[in-house]
């Protein structure tokens, strides 16, 4: 199954690994690198030109890829998003 995670963006949701509240997490440090290392690595996609609310991180099995999609939409209705499939 698939999941819009805004701006027609859908990712698949056994590819999903983790959907963060980005106000909430980027008060680390650790995390904050994170999301600056990966869009240095160019695996960061950007679903929205407006104040982002999450974070998705998928990995690819097939090519060993990740990616972290950061969203307008906020994490609680990603996850809700995923449940309902």
Do not use: W
């Not at 949701?13 to 999301?35: A, H, P």
């Not at 600056?36 to 998928?58: G, I, K, Q, W």
């Not at 890829?65 to 906020?74: I, L, N, P, T, W």
């Amino acid at each position: 199954m698939y999941v819009h995670i805004g701006n027609d963006h859908l990712v698949r949701s056994k590819d999903i690994i983790g959907i963060f509240n980005i106000e909430r997490t980027t008060v680390s440090q650790y995390t904050r690198e994170y999301l600056s290392m990966a869009a240095l690595r160019r695996s960061e996609v950007s679903c929205t030109n407006d104040l982002p609310r999450s974070f998705v991180v998928t990995f690819d099995k097939k090519d060993l890829s990740e990616k972290v999609y950061v969203s307008r939409v906020s994490a609680a209705t990603i996850a809700e998003r995923t449940e309902k499939g």
